[in-house]
């Protein structure tokens, strides 16, 4: 009898720890998801968020809820199955296009303790494998990449999947976790400088011109939507919104989350952001008079080329915003750093944010970068003054952007020449530079060089130009002055690869027929990516080889195999 009872006892006080992991479990991950559409946040998050942020998450973990340990070895002795689930990692989910799910893991786990084999479980009992996705920065956090599995496509609400090492078998489903957050209508990062706080936030001013004003916001920071620390919005302007700093000291090993209120819908936009010490782009011992911004996605076989070419005539800093690339980044920046190129990367995984991604930078580069220039990889910015030099120099690009000191120059718009695929059919291995020399005849936008400090409060930019601050001009320079080489129509499987990767905020997707007329699309190519006959002859109207000529001359070398650029392998 009294054995029959110590049982019963030792099985209820099993059912309790279950029941307390299992809870542990959805409250962690509702806790440290902050995706309340709404003020009216649930019960979990209302009880775990009354007495403060960060450390009520610390204090669940450490203290009220009892190690697993525990109960796993009660388990053990007492019923052999089924096995108890390995503590969950504690996540947040966004769904990307064409149902990518991007689940952020939460900075308590340092990315470096994540290296086993991962699986995203669903709650209708769907698994799909967790591919390792990158390192958001401040705070680190890994990421992963996992497809949404079918059926979970056809549920509304989609839930957000719990990241759990693979085999998941063992695992029981997520079945009371938070909606997924939607790539469009989310905080998606934010930048802490001395005097505010920058957030870069979608689907508030989703249509392009139109911005809800500063006062219909405010910025939220901490857990708690509702009691949390808010301040006052002094900029809305596209994806970017700029507020006071709140009176807290942002502490680096426990950030609070940030997030934007907008006021009147009562209603606190979704956010993976973080309220951060202000961070800079590490500044090198002296800040540079010229630095290039670009927005990369698996360009990593451009990368050399147009780093060499535009380092050797002036631009001292490189900074790549990285949207995922998948082609090995790193490796080849980590080569041009051993070979003595200032390059950083920026992971920057969110779709469509261009204009967003370069206000960013015209604040992370400030205290390292006088001037920034903004170009793709598949630009090269040169002058055809420079015809006779025999070598290149790092002063090259100075009378551009000394031009006028006393005028108060903040910014030089250059334009762009158009090149075609120059009868080439795959990517020519000396490089673009030698392999395309036909182009079309009249210059079409521009890109621009910009004085750090002479960009607007707002940062607003549109199409590779920034609004100025009073007080500051810009100024257009004609191509026989200075020009950008824009190898745009490269043979067609870059090309084809190319269209796939556009980065434009405002032109979806090159197969849908929304925005027909924007200056991205390519005329006579329709919307399906099936090789147009004559592809390799088209765009061809005038035959251009000064570049071609001049870097020939600058950067060809004789090698044991052969003559070769100095960019080849
Ligand atoms: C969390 O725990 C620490 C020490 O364990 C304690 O000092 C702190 O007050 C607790 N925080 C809350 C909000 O209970
Ligand atoms: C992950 O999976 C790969 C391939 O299935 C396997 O080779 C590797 O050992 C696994 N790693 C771990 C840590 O389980
Ligand atoms: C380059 O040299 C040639 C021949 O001397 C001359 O005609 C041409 O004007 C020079 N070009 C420039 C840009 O100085
Ligand atoms: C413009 O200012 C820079 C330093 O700020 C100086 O090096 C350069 O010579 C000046 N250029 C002119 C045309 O005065
Ligand atoms: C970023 O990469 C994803 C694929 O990983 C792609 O769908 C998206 O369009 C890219 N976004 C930009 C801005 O290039």
Known sequence: MARKVRTTFLYVVASVLICAS?????????????????????????????????????????????????TSV???????????????????????????????????????????????LYDTNEATPAKFAGVLPFPDRATFSCLLPPRSRRKLPFKQPVLSESPPENHHPARDSPSLIRWSHMVYDSLTTEDDVVLFVKGVNARQGINREPREFRCVFGEDAINGVKTAVTSSMQEVFRCKRPPLTPSPSRPAKVSLQIVAENQVVPSVAYYTPPRTLAPSPHSSLLCATTMVYDITKFLKEWVVYHSRIGVEKFLLYDNGSDDNLDSTVADLIKLGYDVSTYFWRWPKTQEAGFSHSALYAKHSCKWMMYLDVDEFVYSPSWQNHSTPSKTLLHPFIHL????????????????????????PK???????????????????????????HSL??????????????????????????????????????????????????WTEKLNPR???????????????????????????????????RWFGVESDSGFRMVWQR
């Open 22 to 70: 299992l809870y542990h479990h959805h409250l962690r991950n509702a806790i440290s998801t902050f995706s309340s559409d709404h003020l009216r946040p649930s019960p979990a998050i209302i009880s775990a968020s009354s007495s403060g942020n960060y450390a009520i998450h610390e204090n669940l973990t450490d203290a009220t809820v009892p190690p697993h340990d525990t």
């Open 74 to 120: 009660l388990l053990l002795s007492l019923s052999p199955s089924p096995p108890p689930p390995p503590p969950a990692i504690s996540t947040t989910a966004v769904l990307l296009p064409e149902w990518e799910v991007l689940v952020i893991v939460s900075p308590e786990t340092a990315p470096s303790n994540l290296d086993g084999n991962y699986s995203c």
């Open 404 to 427: 006028t000191n006393s005028s108060r120059l903040g910014q030089i718009s250059i334009n762009c020449h158009e090149f075609g695929p120059s009868d080439q059919t795959v990517h």
């Open 430 to 456: 000396m490089g673009v530079l030698q392999g395309y020399n036909c182009r079309r005849r009249f210059e079409n936008r521009h890109k621009s060089i910009v004085l750090l400090d002479a960009i607007d």
């Open 460 to 509: 607003l930019n549109v199409i590779h130009h920034f609004y100025l601050r009073q007080g500051y001009k810009a100024r257009k320079l004609g191509t026989n002055n200075i020009v950008v080489n824009h190898y745009k129509y490269q043979a067609w499987p870059e090309f084809k690869a190319k269209f796939r990767r556009r980065v434009s905020a405002y032109v979806l997707d």
């Open 518 to 552: 924007s200056n991205d699309r390519t005329p006579g190519l329709g919307f399906a990516p099936v090789e147009p006959t004559g592809w390799a002859q088209k765009f061809c109207e005038v035959r251009d080889n000064k570049l071609r000529d001049l870097t020939l």
